[in-house]
């Protein structure tokens, strides 16, 4: 299968069948893309206005589609990440 890392944008490709585990660092082409995106968070390049369940085995985007459905559920007040656009002058 190929993928594209989110952290550094290389594609990569790793080996997966049904029924396999995915790679440990998937979807990021490496442990170290994974942690830095980790970092990200950590760092507060991305935001939430609650603590996630288990965030520290959380992807980006699973993050993201929780936090948008929290959202939506009207869990959360508000949800800043860094594809977020300000709007205001
Ligand atoms: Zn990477």
């Known amino acids: 299968?190929?993928?594209r890392c989110s952290t550094c944008g290389q594609s990569y490709t790793?080996?997966?069948r049904p029924g396999d585990e995915l790679p440990p660092h998937f979807p990021?082409?490496?442990q170290r893309c994974k942690t830095v995106d980790l970092a990200k968070w950590l760092d507060g390049e991305y935001r939430i206005s609650i603590s996630l369940p288990n965030s520290e085995i959380m992807t980006t985007e699973e993050k993201k589609i929780l936090a948008?459905?929290?959202l939506a559920e009207g869990e959360v007040d508000e949800v800043i990440g860094n594809e977020e656009t300000d709007e205001r002058d």
């Open 1 to 3: 299968m190929e993928s």
């Open 14 to 16: 790793f080996d997966y």
């Open 28 to 30: 990021f082409c490496s």
């Open 68 to 70: 948008q459905y929290l």
